[in-house]
């Protein structure tokens, strides 16, 4: 019996070496291509980030959270305020996300108590205090909100490539870090916990701790997609920066793409731009699909499309997790048949 | 006595409150599942009343065409959608259900626009008869109707299912399903049903909330917190306890309100988290403080 | 009369097979002891037959009819009552209400709350008390009793004297041998021995999901029993893991 562990195929080491070529062809594209095409693919890049956060918590650490717009906006809150006291725009930027992802951490140790439905709502609930908070300080103007002014100092054109570096930057990195976790002994806790969180308790996983890494990195990167979209936008209104309908667009990305699995997000995120991009025009009726999608794949398709092409076909493109070779052999044992005497 | 008033108005908001929240209660007291969806499908009710009221019909007439429909609705909405998501997956409710949330919401505004709607019109006097108990303290009629149908709708549930067998069934289901079934329950039957009594309670929420107040396709979302910070503040499981939980909730926006006109939701939200910590706080010292008890004790 | 009978029934847990083409007839007004040790798969054979476990194949035959698509609550209202392992009480209701709950599909036939107290007379007293409340002997009575208020024509059951004093085994089987003098059809698993032998007029032998023993109880012996519960004397069989 030959059984062997390896980290990666052959399919995952070709699939990461075209990765490494794409990014670094991205970083041209501000000097390369279009406006258009830069803002685009930083809108994208926001998606790539808010679809892999939401899909870490729910499909690893199986935390469904209706609220992580809190985040978003508290970073683009933050980041705001900082630029406010004189602090350098890009600087700002990721101070911001920086501190609105660390309010995660004492947040993690009440929150992550909850369970199921009450943490989905309770983490809602803690939008609106977000929410409800910021539109009290007069510092950004309640409800009509305030510009990112600080960035008048900056030409357009440059405007455009820093928000674009910035945003290919930090999903590389916060890809980069998921990617870290799951090949991680927290990532195998991870999974265990999925599984089975007694079981997992039961030979000494931490649960609470593989919980709450990954609230806090969802925490952060969900705040740093909050202060892209400030670079991007521009204005900061405090309604459709904790607007639950951030939520709606994590789930339906999450969900499509491929609950539970790396590059699930990544293609939820693709498809969801492009779904904005052609139908978002058409008011309600795009978010009414939205919505039959996310059903329809909750109940029909709960792998979503990655997961299930990854499970029909054995695929997997990046090399995350782990593969036993030689399992034909003590792959559906039957049970013990004869007793010795 | 100022501030007497603001704890009177809470108490009958708190009515409201009970209402809204006592299906939600029930839902997850026999499913375990959180119907994200619970307050779109009261303002889904609200948009129903007021259709008929628009076409000349008393709005508690309407409510008698209703109120049915939308308990049909529920028995629907438990077989076709709830019933799957419970297989498929712990997760999978709350998905499926915020799906129909934003399907609800969106296919609502679609139809009706974004304008605040009411009942206030279509209901006489009811609407803004009050009685004056002191110079500083007075109670709208509509509340104190709420607050009764509260109480009565609270009882009823409690009676029916301490008294009645169907009522015996639901609470042997939600304890035990396999267990209900050896015994001759049907629990997706029981299931539906359960989902049938949230989905019309939710719907004459909201009838009641269009009488009181306003309403528009967006309202759900709110109604959903505080229908759910309501059973938290009283206790999951605890029917009596989604009606303290609704009087909590009132008086503590209320006085928030008092205080300052823009912290009537906050003031809520924080009274929300603090309860949620305590309750945190003694469950890990040990001991039940009612956040799981299951509906039999109720 | 055949009552039941069993054909081929296959059961899984995941990939183990628990029940692995097991056949069997009981008849009308008999007592069929099954016993095997832990894990021999009488549980979930039970379970299948009961509605509370979907087989992977074979067929479940009532009276005559093929049942092995029918719901268990749909089971119930044929006949089938199961006592399940470790008794699974409501525990958040009373005694009487657990009785109740069992009432409202129930057949037509002698047993109600009454019937039951008279059966159990210990019970009569704990009327109002809460099922978590019960001791372990009334417990069991309660759940005995609970199945019994359906009218069943065939009582299923499930490892009646686990966890229990030898007073209170001694009770359960005082009763279950008032019953089948009543002329009711019982299955009984039993882990032990002993007592199974007492009151079977069959006994079957379970052995990793198969049936290797069968006949009437006045006919076997202890030691043939035994040797079959505990796979001794036994060929030499393959073995799961190749060389």
Not at chain 1, 39 to 61: E, R, S
Not at chain 1, 318 to 331: F, K, M, Q, T
């Amino acid at each position: 019996m030959n059984v062997s562990v390896e980290r990666s195929t052959r399919l995952s080491r070709v699939s990461a070496a075209c990765v490494i070529a794409l990014l670094a062809a991205l970083a041209f594209v501000p000097v390369a291509l279009s406006a258009n095409v830069t803002d685009k693919l930083t809108t994208l890049f926001v998606y790539l980030i808010l679809a892999a956060m939401w899909n870490a918590l729910a499909g690893y650490a199986g935390l469904v959270s209706v609220g992580q717009q809190a985040f978003f906006g508290l970073g683009a809150y933050a980041a705001i305020r900082l630029t406010q006291h004189g602090v350098n725009v890009y600087a700002a930027l990721v101070l911001g996300a920086l501190l609105a992802g660390a309010t995660a951490i004492p947040l993690s140790i009440f929150m992550l108590r909850l369970r199921g439905g009450e943490f989905a709502i309770g983490m809602w609930v803690v939008a609106e205090v977000c929410f409800g908070l910021v539109i009290l300080d007069t510092s950004v103007h309640g409800l009509t909100g305030v510009s990112l002014i600080a960035l008048n100092k900056y030409s357009a054109h440059d405007q455009r490539a820093y928000a674009y570096w910035f945003a290919l930057g930090s999903a590389v990195v916060f890809l980069g870090l998921i990617f870290a976790l799951l090949r991680s002994r927290t990532g195998a806790s991870l999974q265990a916990i999925r599984d089975d969180e007694e079981a997992a308790a039961s030979v000494g996983v931490s649960v609470l701790g593989g919980k709450r890494v990954v609230f806090v990195l969802a925490a952060l990167g969900c705040a740093t997609a909050g202060t892209i979209w400030l670079a991007t936008s521009i204005t900061f209104t405090p309604r459709s920066y904790f607007g639950v309908e951030w939520t709606a667009y994590m789930i339906f990305m999450a969900l499509v793409g491929g609950l539970g699995t790396f590059e699930g997000p990544i293609l939820g995120a693709v498809l969801f731009f492009v779904v904005q991009d052609q139908f978002g025009d058409n008011g309600v009726w795009y978010l009414v699909g939205l919505g039959g999608a996310a059903i329809f794949f909750a109940l029909l398709l709960p792998r979503g499309l990655w997961g299930t092409v990854e499970e029909r076909f054995g695929l997997q493109l990046l090399p995350v997790g782990y593969r036993l070779r030689g399992l034909e052999s003590i792959a559906n044992p039957e049970p013990v048949e004869g007793r010795r005497p | 006595m100022i501030w007497v008033n603001q704890i009177v108005q809470g108490i009958l908001l708190g009515g409201y409150y009970a209402v809204l929240a006592s299906g939600l209660s029930l839902m997850f007291g026999v499913m375990r599942i959180i119907n994200l969806a619970h307050g779109d499908l009261a303002v889904l009710g609200a948009f129903l009343v007021f259709l008929f009221s628009k076409h000349g019909l008393s709005p508690w007439l309407a409510l008698v065409i209703v109120l049915p429909v939308m308990g049909v609705a529920g028995w629907v909405l438990q077989r076709g959608l709830l019933e799957r998501s419970l297989r498929a997956g712990p997760l999978t409710p709350l998905l499926a259900t915020f799906g129909l949330l934003i399907v609800i919401e969106n296919l609502l505004f679609e139809k009706f626009g974004p304008d605040e709607r009411s009942l206030f019109p279509y209901i006489g006097k009811l609407g803004y008869d009050s009685w004056t108990i002191t110079s500083q303290v007075i109670v709208g009629k509509i509340y104190v109707l709420i607050l009764v149908v509260a109480v009565c709708l609270l009882g009823g549930l409690q009676l029916f299912l301490a008294w009645t067998p169907l009522g015996r069934a639901l609470r042997a289901t939600a304890e035990d399903p396999d267990t209900a079934e050896l015994v001759g329950v049907d629990s997706r039957r029981v299931y539906a049903l359960a989902a049938a009594i949230a989905v019309a309670t939710a719907a004459l929420a909201g009838a009641f909330l269009a009488m009181r107040s306003s309403f528009n396709p967006y309202s759900g979302s709110q109604q959903l917190i505080f229908a759910f910070e309501a059973v938290v503040i009283g206790g999951i499981g605890s029917l009596w306890g989604t009606l303290t939980g609704g009087i909590v909730l009132g008086v503590a926006q209320n006085i928030g309100a008092q205080l300052n006109p823009q912290w009537f939701l906050l003031a809520g939200h924080l009274v929300f988290l603090a309860v949620l910590a305590l309750r945190l706080l003694l469950a890990s010292l040990g001991g039940n403080w009612g956040l799981r008890t299951i509906l039999g004790r109720a | 009369m055949t009552l039941l009978s069993v054909e081929e029934l296959d059961a899984r847990h995941g990939f183990l097979r628990a029940v692995r083409g097991v056949s069997f007839e009981v008849a009308a007004g008999e007592t069929l002891a099954i016993v095997g040790a832990n894990g021999a798969g009488k549980s979930t054979l039970l379970r299948a037959i009961a509605g509370a476990h979907k087989p992977a194949g074979g067929r479940i035959v009532f009276d005559g009819h093929d049942i092995t698509a029918l719901s268990a609550h749909h089971r119930v209202r044929e006949g089938i009552a199961l006592v399940p392992e470790g008794r699974r009480l409501f525990t958040g209701m009373t005694l009487e209400e657990n009785l109740l709950v069992a009432r409202r599909r129930a057949r037509p036939g002698p047993w109600d709350v009454e019937a039951v107290l008279d059966a159990f007379p210990l019970l009569a007293a704990r009327r109002k008390s809460r099922a978590g409340n019960l001791s372990g002997g009334e417990q069991q009575a309660t759940a005995i009793g609970r199945a019994l208020m359906t009218n069943p024509r065939l009582l299923l059951l499930d490892e009646v004297s686990l966890g229990l004093a030898p007073v209170a085994v001694d009770g359960v089987y005082r009763a279950l041998r008032g019953l089948i003098e009543t002329g009711a059809t019982l299955v009984l698993v039993e882990q032990d021995l002993n007592r199974a032998l007492e009151v079977a007029t069959r006994v079957a032998c379970m052995l990793e999901g198969e049936i290797v023993l069968e006949g009437p109880a006045a006919e076997m012996t202890r030691e043939q029993v035994v040797e079959a519960y505990f796979g001794l004397g036994r060929p030499e069989g393959e073995t799961a893991v190749p060389a």
